[in-house]
């Protein structure tokens, strides 16, 4: 009998996975207050000068070198079992604002040129419509190639599960390697890993076609956005919708088509009062394009040395993604953080969404 029992623990041993999963689907409070202290150690950026207590069983394990547009990466070890890939927002210095502003439009598929030995080929997503920003993508494809290196190592040491934490242009950042990692070409790169992220009072990453895919490779709990509605910074860059952002069958895009069978003055004043509205916001997006995107670049090409100009798009309809965790300020929070006119980062920090947080989900 006692045999029989040993050989059956021993069975149980051996059939059992050797630690739980530790992530989950869906927001996780205590989860997020923990990467929010993990972003307050990249002390250097101004929206992390905050007092707040050490991740709780957390490990800093490596700290990339700057690279790109002052971007930075840290690779954190938690409880030994979760890896948390924390990216680092904007420095404050002129260079990283510049990836920013550095707002034209690319496709979502393609390689950027980023010096004479050097070509990053990326997908972020299916649709051939999806277009993305093309700062954040110059600084993805700056800290990508590292990333995977570092995930390939801690794989093979155990670690399956990787959350992606970024705060502001940082949480921009997060979006596009997490659709990265998702369409990598790399027969070596694990295809069985956990992968959650946590998008920050992040801005727009790309337009609807790529929300589209974010969303769904993300679906069921695995990718949020992060918002203080009073923080103005989600609601960047600037978003302009023409007919040529519609799908093909949706009917506004052609409009004058459609207007053939009707009689001629209605389609004389309509004809007249459509063309007003699609040239001037058509001429509009061409005008972002022109200024946020190629004149951008030729200010990133000076830091960037060898770094060539993209294929630029004439779009620039930027649009939210991830699924929405608004930390909605209650009575209180106004007095506490209050808005003089000049402060306008005020409601973007870290402490305002650290108590937003506690606010929200009753937290110690």
């Known amino acids: ?31 997020y207050e923990q990467l929010l ?25 490596y700290r990339s070198p700057v690279v790109g547009m002052e971007n930075r990466w840290d690779l954190w070890l938690w409880n030994n079992q979760v890896a948390i890939i924390s990216i680092r927002g904007t420095t404050g210095t002129a260079t990283s604002w510049l990836e920013n502003f550095y ?17 990053f080929h990326y997908k972020l997503a299916q649709d051939s419509s999806a277009y993305v920003h093309a700062g954040w993508t110059l ?37 596009l390697l997490r659709s990265y990692l998702q369409y990598l070409d790399d027969p070596a790169f694990p295809k ?15 337009n609807l076609r790529y929300a589209y895919d974010y969303d769904f490779i993300t679906r069921d709990g695995w990718g949020f956005r992060v918002i203080n ?18 799908t093909a069958v949706n009917p ?13 003055f209605i389609r004389l004043a309509v004809g007249y009062m459509y063309g007003r509205l699609d040239r001037s916001t058509k001429r509009a997006s061409r005008r972002m394009q022109r200024i946020l995107g190629k004149m951008a670049y030729k200010q990133a090409s000076k830091t960037v040395r060898g770094y060539e100009r993209p294929d630029f798009v004439n779009s ?49």
């Not at 040993?6 to 409070?29: E, K, R, S, Y």
Request: charged share 20%; aromatic share 12%.
């Open 103 to 119: 707002a034209g439009m690319i496709p979502a598929t393609g390689a950027l040129h980023l010096n004479d030995s050097t070509d």
């Open 139 to 175: 600084g993805m494809a700056s800290i990508a190639p590292d990333i995977v290196s570092k995930i390939k190592a801690y794989y093979q040491k155990g670690i399956h599960e990787f959350i992606i934490m970024g705060h502001s242009q940082g949480g921009a950042i997060a979006f």
């Open 192 to 206: 069985d890993i956990v992968l959650k992220t946590y998008c920050s009072a992040a801005p727009k990453p790309g």
């Open 229 to 246: 509605p009073r923080d103005w910074v989600p609601e960047t860059p600037f978003s302009l919708q023409t007919t040529n952002d519609y």
């Open 316 to 364: 620039h309809n930027y649009t939210p993604a991830g699924s929405p965790v608004i930390l909605y300020p209650q009575p209180g929070y106004d007095e506490k953080f209050p808005f003089d006119g000049k402060n306008v980062f005020t409601h973007h920090m870290l402490l305002p969404y650290v108590y937003l947080l506690k606010q929200n989900y009753k937290l110690d």
């Open 1 to 31: 009998m006692h045999k029989r029992l040993l050989v059956a623990c021993i069975w149980l041993c051996c059939c059992l996975p050797a630690t739980a999963q530790q992530l989950h689907p869906g927001f996780n409070p205590r989860e």
């Open 252 to 264: 506004f895009r052609n409009v004058k088509k459609a207007l053939r069978k009707q009689k001629f």
């Open 37 to 61: 202290r993990v972003t307050a150690l990249q002390a250097d950026t101004p929206w992390t000068k905050v007092v707040v207590p050490y991740p709780e069983n957390c490990n800093l394990v």
